[in-house]
């Protein structure tokens, strides 16, 4: 038996074309005031029916486009107010998120990284899951990608683009 080693690991959602309880085919979502993310082919979230998948992020300020200083904390900090931007611009909210993965490059950042999550959500915060992981884009200490539920009823406004 060989020995793998795991270098890259993708990970994809998919909806069923054609299904009836389809609103109509997902959307690439845009934050208001972010730089274009040329040269990086993801957007900054994806809706699809009643769901919003807010793409990784890290403590990156983006009026700066730099990663914040300070280690796991304000990286968290940030990461969490840039999610709460994608999920505004989705059309939700953190109060709607249900679920987080968070990658951290040391678990010796996860009490650091508590801390901050939990100013986000001090009561009935989401799922989620937390793994190690060797490196990350730009040096972070941490990234974290959400799922939230769109509300029912009047929709708030999205932000889209094509492409």
Request: some cysteine; proline content about 7%.
């Amino acid at each position: 038996m060989e020995n793998w080693r795991g270098e890259v690991e993708i990970q994809c959602n998919a909806v069923a074309r054609g299904d009836p309880h389809h609103t109509g085919p997902p959307k690439a979502i845009k934050v208001p005031g972010w730089p274009q993310m040329t040269g990086f082919p993801f957007s900054a979230a994806a809706t699809i029916d009643n769901l919003a998948f807010i793409s990784g992020n890290q403590g990156v300020d983006m009026s700066t486009s730099k990663l914040v200083e300070g280690g796991a904390g304000p990286e968290t900090t940030q990461t969490l107010k840039d999610i709460q931007a994608s999920a505004e611009a989705a059309g939700t909210g953190l109060s709607e998120v249900v679920a987080c993965e968070v990658s951290l490059t040391d678990m010796k950042n996860f009490a650091d990284v508590n801390k901050a999550y939990a100013e986000f959500w001090p009561s009935l915060p989401p799922s989620r899951v937390a793994v190690q992981v060797g490196k990350l884009a730009r040096d972070a200490s941490v990234e974290i990608r959400c799922l939230a539920a769109i509300p029912a009823g009047p929709k708030k406004e999205q932000v889209e683009f094509v492409v």
